[in-house]
């Protein structure tokens, strides 16, 4: 099983960059998805959510109303679109699966929530 995370970049401040993440091996249509993000010296943190149908979306405080959210289960993917980027953005963006089927509660936000990460891409934005 392989999640692969793509679409980091530099970007300057108020720009837009949109991650993908396309999984491998099995599919996550019946699972939830998520995206955390981990800056220089700092604990990885969540950054977004998504149910397995879609139909549901959660998001850190930090980043509502900026980034979303959305997945494609025909293609087993997950995207996260981020708009109005600012400085405090730049980290490593994983995306991650959970491996329990029709799950969405409160570890949904957490790091042990999920069982299934991928590499990471880094999204650096300049002021």
């Known amino acids: 099983v392989q999640l692969q995370a793509s679409g980091g970049g530099l970007v300057q401040a108020g720009g837009s960059l949109r991650l993908s993440c396309a999984a491998s091996?099995?599919?996550?249509?019946?699972?939830?998805m998520s995206w955390f993000r981990q800056a220089p010296g700092k604990e990885r943190e969540f950054v977004a959510a998504?149910?397995?149908?879609?139909?549901?979306?959660y998001y850190a405080d930090s980043v509502k109303g900026r980034f979303t959210i959305s997945r494609d289960n025909a293609k087993n993917t997950v995207n996260l679109q981020m708009n109005n980027l600012k400085p405090e953005d730049t980290a490593v963006y994983y995306c991650?699966?959970?491996?329990?089927?029709?799950?969405?509660?409160?570890?949904?936000?957490?790091?042990?929530?999920?069982?299934?990460w991928g590499q990471g891409t880094l999204v650096t934005v300049s002021s």
């Open positions: 091996g099995r599919t996550f249509s019946t699972n939830a």
């Open positions: 998504i149910k397995w149908s879609g139909s549901n979306t």
């Open positions: 991650a699966a959970d491996k329990e089927p029709r799950g969405w509660g409160t570890t949904k936000t957490k790091l042990y929530g999920y069982d299934y």
